[in-house]
C-alpha cells in the first residue's frame, strides 16, 4: 500500500531540503510542496503564519524511515508528521510509487 505522508515547514528553503534529501535517501518517490497559511493554537497563543505544505508518497514500508527522517532534519521541536494510507488510486502510480 502506498501512503501520503503530510507535514510542514516554515519556509520554501527548507521544504525543499526535506523534500531533496527524502528523495536523494530513497524514502519518497515524489514531493509536493506549496505555500500555505496555517492558523494554530500553540503554547497557549493563537498563532498565525505562513508555512509550506509538502506531501510525500512513498510506499508503507517506507513510511518508518522517512518519519525519522522528517523528525531528524526538521526545524520544529513538534513537527506535524501524518501518514494517510490510499484507500484507492490510479494503479499505475500506485506501483511507480510503491517501486519507488
Keep these: 500500500m502506498a ?6 515547514a516554515p519556509d520554501e528553503e527548507t521544504a525543499e531540503k526535506l ?15 506549496w505555500p500555505v497559511r496555517t492558523m494554530y493554537r500553540w503554547e497557549g497563543e ?26 531528524e532534519n526538521h526545524p520544529y521541536s513538534l513537527p506535524a508528521i501524518v501518514a494517510l494510507p490510499w484507500e484507492a488510486s490510479h494503479a499505475p502510480f500506485r506501483n511507480w510509487v510503491e517501486g519507488t
Excluded at 493563537?46 to 525519522?68: I, N, S
Aim: proline share 2%; glycine share 6%.
Design 19 to 33: 523534500a531533496r534529501g527524502a528523495l536523494e535517501a530513497g524514502l519518497a518517490a515524489c514531493v509536493n510542496f
Design 46 to 71: 493563537l498563532r498565525d503564519d505562513t508555512e509550506q505544505l509538502l506531501l510525500l508518497k512513498c510506499g508503507r514500508e517506507k513510511w518508518p524511515q522517512l518519519e525519522q527522517f522528517i523528525k
Design 3 to 8: 501512503l501520503t505522508v503530510y507535514t510542514t
